[in-house]
């Protein structure tokens, strides 16, 4: 269910704010784990940025863009092109530099627009 997507922890707070970010990863990191390595995967909610950099290096973790939300975003800026959707899905996902520059090509081709959105956006991130 839920498209795979497996929620590792909640909490209820007052709103989703820098605050509730920075203690819900505290409380992640005392109660869950403290694995060093971990890579959290997220919508790019602004409080989320902020508390990531405030992650103590010696945690050793990141943070990346979850691709269902990245997608998500492409669609709310350029509506549901789904043949457009999928490319970028594609990209996202390559394993190669390579099969990247194919499928930014082709959307570049069929939506400079969207290309030139994608491109903006922080590669190492999605």
Known sequence: ?????????????????????????????????????????SDRHAGIKH????????????????????LANFQHKFGKKKDIRDQLWSAAVAHQPKKYEQKMKTIRQIHRAGAVWAEGQDLHMW
Request: glycine residues 8%.
């Open 1 to 41: 269910g839920n498209l795979s997507i497996f929620p590792l922890a909640f909490a209820l707070v007052e709103g989703e704010n820098n605050l509730s970010w920075a203690w819900f990863f505290d409380q992640l990191h005392a109660h869950v784990t403290q694995r060093m390595g971990i890579t959290i995967i």
């Open 51 to 70: 508390a990531v950099r405030g992650f103590p290096d010696e945690w050793g973790w990141t943070w990346r863009w979850c691709i269902r939300h990245f």
